[in-house]
């Protein structure tokens, strides 16, 4: 069993920053990839960005050079930088952890099997 709670998520104007964080728990077996995803009001969740525990990290082009996903060195908390923030980029923001080591596309949900509860992100223009 995995636990994820999430923290950070507020409101923003157009080109500020925030940091997400997750912590994790439980077994780490069910914790080599986490990830990132996101669901604005009335659109499907989507990936944001996913990181391996070897630190192999992936993002989804919306997101790529303006925000950056970390874990730390205990491998427990996740992290992820947001910079430019833009209006599209309000949402409801999920960690999910996977026991998949490579499997499908790291920003499918497939592989995930346990989720947080979300924390919320509004920007402002």
């Known amino acids: 069993q995995v636990q994820l709670v999430e923290s950070g998520g507020g409101s923003v104007q157009t080109g500020g920053s925030l940091t997400l964080s997750c912590a994790t728990s439980?077994?780490?077996?069910?914790?080599?990839?986490l990830g990132w995803f996101r669901q604005a009001p009335g659109k499907e969740r989507e990936g944001v960005a996913a990181i391996r525990i070897d630190d192999v990290r992936v993002y989804a082009d919306s997101v790529r050079g303006r925000f950056t996903i970390s874990l730390d060195n205990a491998k427990t908390a996740l992290y992820l930088h947001m910079n430019s923030l833009k209006p599209e980029d309000t949402a409801m923001y999920y960690c999910a952890a996977s026991p998949v080591w490579e499997g499908g596309p790291w920003l499918s949900e497939n592989d995930y099997k346990y989720w947080g509860q979300g924390t919320s992100v509004t920007v402002s223009s």
């Open positions: 439980g077994d780490a077996n069910s914790r080599r990839r």
